[in-house]
């Protein structure tokens, strides 16, 4: 009989737990909509909003207030982890936002950037046929990574060493540097990215591929955008390469904030040719 009640308490608790997250997203679903809606939106958002939202919510944000209030999946990173790059995207978005991994939290992310364009980079196939089968609308391409993670200490050693990796920081395709990834799918180096996020490819164990030529290789892109600031978020960073390869590549004076595993960096265009040195 106890037993009963017990399970019963958790049931209750659960569908609590689960109709206080669905307010919640409802809450912002809404606020994205009034934003949308205001003054300061540029007048051809307000073109296309003036057809779609007026009398209803866009088709891709009742998809994903739907698919959280009715799954158990849970997120990749923490509430407050999640809440610092929501505050960029919210001064930023509509934007283009380019995340490295696919996951149960890609739908959140294409949501925030709502209007925007968010692409997502994957190295497991499997995984890409899985998620866009239940999210169809999630953009999403395949790469695989010829790294292992226990090349890593060989790699930041030719990254601190070789000139080619701190000088001519163009587009990553003409880099000459060892740790720059040439052959990501093209709509990587053809968008201008507002927001980059790198939380793969996989990095756990020394046989994975480990992160460190996308960590770098995202320091050009932002580099090598026409002007402006890139803001580069690195998950996992207290793990080993994705502490050193990001304060040696994206720049300890480019961190902005560090929470849990979190770190933000934003980092300035170089095109201008008036930042000579690799890091402030």
Not at 44 to 66: G, R, V
Not at 81 to 101: A, H, Q, W, Y
Request: net charge positive.
């Amino acid at each position: 009989m106890k037993e009963n009640q017990v399970t019963s308490k958790k049931q209750q608790t659960m569908i609590i737990n689960k109709l206080i997250l669905s307010c919640i997203f409802f809450i912002f679903l809404l606020y994205l909509i009034l934003r949308a809606n205001s003054p300061s939106f540029k007048l051809k958002n307000l073109a296309i909003y003036s057809s779609t939202i007026c009398n209803k919510i866009p088709p891709s944000l009742a998809e994903s207030f739907l698919h959280y209030a009715t799954t158990n999946q849970t997120m990749q990173q923490k509430h407050d982890e999640i809440s610092i790059t929501l505050k960029v995207l919210e001064k930023k978005s509509p934007c283009n936002f380019l995340v490295f991994g696919l996951g149960f939290d890609s739908l959140m992310w294409s949501s925030f950037n709502h209007n925007g364009r968010t692409i997502f980079i994957e190295e497991n196939i499997d995984w890409i046929h899985k998620i866009t089968k239940e999210v169809p609308s999630l953009e999403a391409y395949h790469y695989t990574y010829e790294t292992r993670l226990d090349q890593a200490p060989e790699l930041l050693s030719i990254g601190k060493r070789e000139d080619s990796c701190k000088k001519n920081l163009g587009d990553p395709r003409n880099s000459k540097c060892p740790l720059a990834l040439t052959n990501l799918p093209k709509e990587v180096y053809e968008i201008e990215w507002d927001l980059i996020m790198i939380d793969a490819p996989t990095g756990s164990f020394y046989d994975l591929p480990g992160r460190m030529k996308v960590i770098y290789t995202v320091g050009l892109l932002a580099r090598n955008r026409e002007n402006g600031e890139t803001d580069v978020f690195v998950h996992d960073c207290k793990r080993y390469v994705e502490d050193k390869f990001s304060r040696n590549f994206l720049c300890e004076g480019y961190i902005r904030k560090e929470v849990r595993n979190l770190r933000h960096f934003t980092i300035p265009s170089y095109r201008s040719g008036l930042i000579k040195s690799f890091c402030p």
